[in-house]
């Protein structure tokens, strides 16, 4: 059966200003060591189905909570223009999760204060919302109990404390009830607790990470609080909508450069699917098992190339394009496998975003809502590592997680009428996104330049 399978692992390090030296306790490998079974992720996967039916029974799809999936979107476009212009060579693919950092973000949110809060709630648009806590609980409740019967996944959420660390109750109680966190203590920068938490992430993460931290990014003695945000994902595509091996063959993939380079192209045809089409872009949904979630292409026009319809992929044109889908048959449709993998520190887009105050080490006054002020805590790093791969057995990814925002067209795009039957050859370079039926939430984003990229 064709399956695909999504990995998402966010970071987030805290530490607190003080005289100590930065001494880093050695003694943790970077050497992967996995021991998860296929027989764990079995009974991972029936424990999460009654787990999470159990508790997000209170979850329900609010207005409120509709309005937060909408920011989440608006956020993920934001940064992905971040992230475009981090990554600027040209022909570079992208790939990270934006629900993943937003859900991150979210927790620091409601541990900040003063300009840091501000900040935060200016950029993830959490302005004149009700109870934010209560909203990401029923975010992310629907998304996993309308998924959870069709497919593998799991949202998970740990904070790891510092023993010496004075995180206020209160702000234990907000990541335990609203964002379902496990709270770990220990000192954090022994071999132990690095153990402990690879540990922990190897089993949220199916086995896909064992060690997210090496000695590459080892916690310090002033390092007082590490959160964690995992989103594993493996969902089957729909009956119908299956690729079989043998149609995979040979074809062109031309690159930006217009050099052409050969690349395995899977086949399907004879399917109705979701289509829409503008005078710049095809836009096709393919439906995962059950219908609850969707992986969506945006294909340029040959006449058309992708930093127009990146300029065009704004919050409003999108659901625009989405509303406007229909089914039409489809006679020829093409795609790659592909493979995509990068690595980066979202702190400098982050600020560029607007996201300064919790980053100040010179005044780091921002995060009192979580100790205080005791520790003058700040953030250190936010780290995201990703892995997405498409074939025709299944695909998986890994990640672990002046004023300046992107400036959004007013026009809207122009909807063709659809046609009776399309064809779609996604042999050129296309953006993607996998999102959930019930709120359309963006869990993941990228772009495919260049299928020859290691």
């Not at 949202?155 to 335990?176: G, H, Q």
Request: aromatic share 12%; net charge positive; with cysteine.
């Amino acid at each position: 059966m064709k399956r695909f399978v999504y990995t998402i692992l966010f970071a987030c390090f805290l530490v607190g200003c003080g005289g100590e030296t930065e001494e880093v306790t050695k003694g943790t490998s970077s050497k992967k060591i996995s021991f998860f079974t296929i027989s764990d992720a079995y009974k991972e996967m029936i424990h999460r189905r009654s787990s999470y039916k159990t508790i997000y029974a209170k979850a329900e799809a609010t207005e409120e909570s509709k309005k937060l999936a909408i920011q989440n979107n608006r956020f993920a476009l934001n940064f992905y223009a971040q992230l475009k212009q981090e990554k600027a060579e040209q022909g570079k693919n992208l790939f990270f999760s934006p629900f993943s950092l937003y859900t991150v973000l979210g927790m620091l949110y409601l541990g900040a204060n003063d300009g840091g809060k501000q900040e935060l709630a200016e950029v993830l648009g959490l302005q004149g919302l009700g109870d934010v806590g209560k909203e990401f609980y029923n975010l992310q409740g629907i998304i996993l109990k309308k998924i959870v019967f069709d497919a593998e996944i799991a949202l998970c959420n740990a904070a790891w404390i510092s023993d010496s660390a004075k995180v206020l109750p209160a702000y234990e109680n907000i990541l335990r009830e609203f964002f379902k966190a496990e709270i770990f203590k220990g000192k954090l920068n022994s071999p132990e607790v690095v153990k402990q938490i690879n540990a922990w992430v190897e089993k949220q993460t199916q086995g896909r990470i064992s060690n997210i931290i090496d000695e590459n990014n080892l916690p310090n003695k002033r390092s007082r609080l590490i959160l964690i945000n995992t989103l594993y994902f493996k969902g089957f595509w729909s009956d119908s909508y299956k690729f079989e091996r043998f149609m995979t063959g040979e074809k062109d993939f031309t690159l930006v450069t217009d050099k052409k380079v050969k690349v395995p192209m899977m086949h399907n045809s004879g399917q109705d699917y979701k289509y829409v089409e503008t005078d710049q872009m095809q836009m096709i949904a393919i439906p995962y098992k059950g219908y609850s979630a969707h992986l969506y292409i945006v294909l340029p026009l040959k006449t058309t190339n992708l930093n127009a319809i990146e300029t065009a992929f704004t919050p409003e044109n999108l659901m625009c394009w989405i509303t406007n889908m229909k089914p039409v048959k489809a006679e020829r449709l093409m795609i790659s496998k592909l493979k995509i993998g990068i690595n980066f520190t979202a702190n400098e887009m982050l600020k560029k975003l607007g996201v300064k105050a919790v980053f100040d080490t010179i005044r780091p006054v921002y995060l009192k809502g979580i100790d205080g002020g005791v520790d003058s805590l700040f953030v250190k790093q936010i780290l995201q590592k990703t892995y997405f791969e498409v074939y025709e057995e299944g695909a998986e990814a890994v990640v672990v997680t002046e004023k300046e925002e992107r400036k959004f067209e007013e026009k809207k795009s122009e909807i063709k009428e659809p046609p009776k039957k399309f064809t779609f050859e996604a042999n050129r370079p296309f953006l993607f996104f996998i999102a959930d039926r019930e709120f359309k939430a963006i869990l993941f984003i990228g772009r495919v330049m260049n299928l020859a990229e290691k």
